[in-house]
């Protein structure tokens, strides 16, 4: 379902529904209200859709399948409370009630999967999107894996090297630095791609730049001192991979002083699929950089993900009972699964009768 659909979808469910939905998604749900609450919960079903449809429409039909109270039944009083509990010690919480829905089959959860037939390659709309807006302004892209985020890096990289401006691409680590150095000169030639880590320096004059990000902000710290090691002064686009690493609490401030010190002339395309707001990353941009950065976001996952379990005797069975991951809901756990869980608990625990 679309996005409209699932937000009005969501607004028709009592509050108590929204509440059991957002357990293990939203933090501190119970202080939301309800329009806050669907907001909240729309932008965490971005990181898997199909799972969070799948456990919206089971929590409806749990609630419909409910018997009515009758018409004449009054609420029992509620007992008078003669001491309160313990101070820190909240009240037991009863279970959640299992899931009636029968668990798919094998056979279905394996559907799909293998290698898809060769067809001509055609760019989502968000990829053809985030080129054009690249052209005048920067871009934060955040869609899921697999998505094809690589592609508009790619796409970006040509484009800019045409025009005779060099590209700088930044990772977070070496290992994918070497990896996309690999890539990338099997795409352009090992001519025209460089790398500089802090364990390898290559071809330090090529018009793309592979390095990690703290080797970039180092450069940047050089051109501010006037000793400038690469052509910044020819810098048209620098792609910012994994740029979730804005909030890690000891690296983060590498990513920030790297955007701060950004050469003006030159577009930033950062690459996420985990960012939780990307928005507001956009508007920081636009708060510091010369032009408003532009935010396309893509909630559709390309490659859906399938949870499964393989017993030590090879036995195979779907986790859950639907074929997406139904995040928050143990109760939602497939029966044969559940079935080799106690079947392996009963393998490898001692005996209770063993002296």
């Not at 607004?11 to 529904?17: E, K, Y």
């Not at 089971?58 to 018997?67: A, K």
């Not at 018409?71 to 299992?98: F, K, L, M, N, V």
């Not at 699929?273 to 507001?280: E, W």
């Amino acid at each position: 379902m679309t996005t409209d659909e699932l937000e009005k979808l969501l607004a028709q469910q009592p509050v108590a529904l929204l509440h059991r939905l957002a357990r293990g998604r939203v933090h501190r749900h119970f202080r939301a209200g309800k329009r806050r609450l669907i907001e909240l919960l729309l932008q965490h079903s971005a990181n898997n859709r199909a799972g969070f449809e799948s456990d919206l429409l089971t929590l409806i039909g749990e609630r419909q399948h409910q018997p009515a109270p009758p018409a004449a039944a009054q609420p029992a009083p509620r007992p008078h409370r003669t001491s309160t509990p313990p101070h820190g010690r909240r009240p037991h919480r009863a279970p959640e009630p299992e899931s009636n829905e029968p668990g798919i089959s094998l056979a279905e959860w394996l559907e799909g999967i293998g290698v898809p037939a060769p067809q001509p390659f055609v760019p989502d709309p968000w990829q053809i999107e985030a080129l054009a807006a690249l052209a005048e302004t920067d871009v934060v892209v955040s869609v899921p894996t697999g998505s094809g985020k690589t592609y508009v890096a790619v796409e970006a990289a040509r484009r800019a090297m045409d025009e005779n401006r060099t590209v700088i691409y930044t990772s977070p680590l070496k290992a994918l630095s070497n990896t996309k150095y690999t890539e990338f000169s099997k795409i352009f030639g090992v001519d025209r791609v460089g790398i500089l880590t802090g364990d390898r320096q290559d071809n330090g004059q090529a018009p793309l730049l592979i390095m990690t990000t703290e080797i970039l902000r180092n450069l940047l710290y050089d051109a501010a001192s006037g000793e400038i090691d690469v052509r910044l002064d020819t810098l048209g686009l620098v792609i910012m991979d994994e740029s979730q690493y804005l909030a890690d609490p000891e690296r983060g401030v590498v990513w920030e002083e790297t955007i701060v010190f950004c050469p003006s002339q030159a577009k930033l395309l950062l690459l996420s699929a985990s960012i939780g707001n990307p928005q507001d990353i956009a508007d920081w941009l636009t708060s510091i950089r010369p032009t408003a950065c532009r935010l396309v976001r893509h909630s559709k996952r390309t490659v859906p993900l399938r949870a499964g379990y393989l017993h030590p005797n090879g036995k195979l069975a779907p986790l859950f009972r639907t074929a997406g991951i139904p995040y928050g809901h143990p109760s939602h756990l497939h029966p044969e699964a559940k079935r080799l869980f106690r079947e392996y608990e009963d393998d490898t625990q001692p005996s209770r009768h063993r002296s």
